[in-house]
């Protein structure tokens, strides 16, 4: 079994695979490695595309490493395979993107990304720090996740499903902000897993885990 996190100089990635790994070798998920090459994304058993920064630019970067989403289609929608998008990475399933400009999403869950905007004016944008997760649908990745559960933050737009039963997870900030998203073999979240202590690393282990 073998893990593929893409590298696509969108952030720095240590973090993550440092989660991954740990995660992987404590419940013999295999290997984990990061990565730019098409051939090895297309070669892994599981994919994970994260993401900082903003949409346009992370879609950007992305597509200017020749042949490396093609790669990722191939594996995930061609091949079933399971995919995580995490921060950026998972709002780049959506349909289109509406930060600074409109911008074409992968369209793997229909939607939009847009603006966080509280009903309450004194609440900040960015949505940064800790939340308590809501969780709307049962899901594998959710097995032992509690309603309640934290999750860490940081983003300023948010993923609108159109069709609620792909939304999995939310949290309240003065209104509901969309915390993970799902159909298939696909899901992702708003929150970094690898830095929301031992509720990410338990999503983190069931996502190495889950067989669609």
């Known amino acids: ?15 993550a695979e440092k989660a991954f790994q ?19 994304v297309l070669a892994a058993d599981r994919v994970v595309l994260p993401g900082d920064g903003a949409f346009p630019a992370c879609k950007a970067e992305l597509f200017d490493h020749t042949g490396l989403f093609e790669a990722c289609e191939e594996a995930v929608i061609a091949k079933g395979r399971p995919f995580l998008g ?13 930060e600074y400009r409109d911008t074409a999403g992968f369209d793997w869950i229909g939607g939009d990304v847009v603006k966080i905007t509280p009903s309450d004016p004194t609440l900040k944008v960015p949505h940064m720090g800790w939340n308590n997760l809501v969780l709307d649908n049962p899901h594998p990745v959710l097995e ?13 737009y948010h993923f609108r499903v159109n069709d609620p039963a792909h939304r999995l997870a939310h949290v309240e900030y003065s209104g509901d902000i969309t915390a993970i998203v799902g159909r298939d073999n696909l899901v992702g979240m708003q929150f970094h897993p690898e830095k929301s202590q031992a509720t990410g690393l338990r999503m983190i282990a069931n996502f190495l885990n889950w067989k669609p």
């Open 1 to 15: 079994m073998r893990t593929a996190i893409i590298d696509y100089d969108s952030g720095n990635l240590h973090s």
């Open 22 to 40: 740990r995660m992987a070798a404590e419940t013999g998920a295999g290997t984990v490695v990061v990565t730019s090459d098409p051939a090895e």
């Open 86 to 98: 995490i921060c950026i990475g998972m709002q780049m399933l959506s349909t289109t993107g509406h």
């Open 144 to 156: 032992g996740v509690n309603e309640g559960d934290h999750a860490y933050f940081v983003h300023s």
